[in-house]
């Protein structure tokens, strides 16, 4: 997760989101979903604290995406 905060950061400071492809954000989304499912079926508390706190922040600039 520490590695998609600078990424977060620009975007909400900036306010543009213009260099950043929608469609591979939402995957990276929906991909850290499943990887959560994983480790909550497999009862893996690290895969499912990291992938929440990954959902968390690549939702929020999904959600800045479309509203920038």
Not at 6 to 28: E, H, I, N, R, Y
Not at 48 to 64: A, D, F, G, K, P
Request: hydrophobic letters at 55%.
């Amino acid at each position: 997760p520490l590695a998609t905060l600078p990424q977060v950061f620009q975007v909400f400071s900036t306010q543009d989101a213009k260099g950043l492809s929608l469609l591979t954000w939402v995957l990276w989304t929906l991909l850290s979903v499943l990887w959560c499912v994983y480790g909550a079926v497999h009862k893996e508390t690290p895969i499912v604290v990291s992938n929440l706190l990954y959902i968390v922040l690549q939702t929020e600039i999904v959600l800045m995406m479309m509203e920038f």
